[in-house]
């Protein structure tokens, strides 16, 4: 299994810049809605790089382009953060994809800051958890939206992939493909085509794993970049 950012060898190093990002984002989204029209869903991943204000301040410049949903705008550890962004934008907001505990997004959901929960089977504490994060969501009509990045096995995949079928309040499943390799350790019954995922027929979770084929393919140690600003001071990735 392989997550597409990582480096097997040391990690790269990216050049980040708040203000170039802020004025450039806005120009990216109008170009693709020129492109491609209104009818093509568009959302966009901030990796956590923003303060509150500028997170309000690019949801707002974003508006025009009605996005599916900005996701991750500002690190989550402070819940009350997200007021801040409410205040400025009405662009959708989707976080979650590193929370442990129906506790990390309680004050999210409960004061409506967000429009899309991502956490996901592996890290939430199991299917049992995942519901009870489902359901307190569904009371302030926040939708579902798991994260689904290649660095989690398809038997989250898989496991999630039942969870969609059963919550009422599903938003939409993130996917990656994951590799031939993978796809080849992990046998499974779920299938991607045309835009859609299906669970498939299979019981439980639909996912088997080939320890055999699997003990052909060591671990390989990888790290995800590393980002600094314009003066070499350390920044999230």
Known sequence: MYYEPADADLPS??????????????????TLREK?????????????????????????????????????????????AFRLIRQHT???IAVGEIFNSIFDC?????EQLIDFIRTTVVHAG??????RIADLAALYQIRTGCHGATDLSPVCLGTALHFDTWVPNFGVQEYMRHTEETD????????FKDGYL??????GHGVDIDE???????YQRAYLPVNRLEDGTMWNW
Do not use: C
């Open 13 to 30: 190093e990216n050049v980040w810049s708040t203000d170039k990002y802020l004025n450039h984002v806005p120009q990216l989204f109008e």
């Open 36 to 80: 491609f029209g209104e009818d093509i869903r568009l959302l966009h991943d901030v990796h956590h790089r923003l303060t509150p204000i500028e997170a309000g301040r690019l949801g707002k410049s974003l508006e025009p382009y009605k996005l599916f949903w900005m996701e991750d705008p500002t690190p989550a550890e402070n819940q009350e």
């Open 90 to 92: 009405t662009t959708p």
């Open 106 to 110: 309680h004050t999210l959901i409960q």
């Open 126 to 131: 199991g299917i049992t958890q995942l519901r």
């Open 184 to 191: 080849a350790v992990f046998p499974h019954a779920y299938s």
């Open 198 to 203: 299906y669970a498939g027929e299979t019981p």
């Open 212 to 218: 055999e084929l699997a003990a052909k393919y060591p």
